[in-house]
């Protein structure tokens, strides 16, 4: 089951946003399940939106992310809104 991930992180930076992307990168295999994801800049903060094809998976990647994350001194909040996505397509992409 397709899952919508949404997280308010308030008090994040995009600078600590590319330090912890450019961090999870060096290990590819931690996005395995992730299908989209984007990042918007707000006035207290980012908005973290993520389709994964599953809630396993997803939980896979918070356990691997959030010591990272925590060693790169982002802020506790709270969790992210999660809930199961009846469709999803990509503009031009087949299937």
Known sequence: MTILVHAVLDGVTTDQYDTLNARLQ???EIFDG???HACVPTENGLEVFDLWESEGQMQAFAEKMMPVATSLG???GPRPRVAEVHNH???GAGG
């Open 89 to 91: 397509w990509v503009p």
């Open 74 to 76: 982002w802020p506790d």
């Open 34 to 36: 992730c299908i989209a």
């Open 26 to 28: 060096s290990t590819p």
